[in-house]
Every structure is written in C-alpha cells, then in structure tokens.
Nanobody, 118 residues
Framework: QVQPVESGGGSVQAGGSLRLSCTAP????????MDWYRQAAGKQREWVST???????RYADSVKGRFTTSKDKAKDTVYLQMNSLKPEDTAVYSC????????????WGQGTQVTVSS
C-alpha cells in the first residue's frame, strides 16, 4: 500500500503563507506525477495543482498566481507553497500520485488542515 504523508498545515491570517509537504516513497523512481487537492467542510474535493514527471505544472484558476508546486527528487517530496492566503483557501489539503502502475495504485494520505482567518 502506498500512502502519501502530508504536513505543514496550520492556522494563519489572510495574506499569510504556508508551505505544505507531501512525501511518498517511490514517487520519483516510478516517474509519477503528483496532484494536490483540497476539501473544505461541506464541499466537494477540489483539484488544486499538478506537477508532472517532467516538472511541468498546472493550477486551478482559484489559486493561480498565489500557489506554487515543486518537488525535491532526492526526498520523494512535493511541496505546495501557498502565498496570499484567503479565507476561502481553508480546507484539508491532500496529495495523490498519478500515472501508471505504482503511481496509479497510490492511496490518499490523511491530509493536512489549513485554516485562514479573515
């Protein structure tokens, strides 16, 4: 079973920043991509960002220009740098690998809570 581990969440005021981490053994060696998702209370899970094996990135319109995803190959870790946070960013943030084989069978991690106060 492959389960990413997310960390770095917390409580901040609007305009603040956080950096989330997602560590998943085998992420790099299996050439996986990694998505970030978030789910606010009472809402559907929402896609936030993608980083592909080749390093290319994509972002949801709601976070574009404020969030940046990157990876550290040596640590099998993906980051989500979150700047200019807004109350509507409040959610549980989770990561999940994508791709074939090993990447595809990855489970969801437990997520990390981000709370942004106005």
């Amino acid at each position: 079973q492959v389960q990413p581990v997310e960390s770095g969440g917390g409580s901040v005021q609007a305009g603040g920043s956080l950096r989330l981490s997602c560590t998943a053994p085998g992420f790099i060696s299996n050439s996986c991509g990694m998505d970030w998702y978030r789910q606010a209370a009472g809402k559907q899970r929402e896609w936030v960002s993608t980083i592909s094996n080749d390093g290319s990135t994509r972002y949801a319109d709601s976070v574009k220009g404020r969030f940046t995803t990157s990876k550290d190959k040596a640590k099998d870790t993906v980051y989500l740098q979150m700047n200019s946070l807004k109350p509507e960013d409040t959610a549980v943030y989770s990561c999940k690998m994508f791709g074939r084989g090993y990447c595809f069978i990855s489970h969801w991690g437990q997520g990390t809570q981000v709370t942004v106060s106005s």
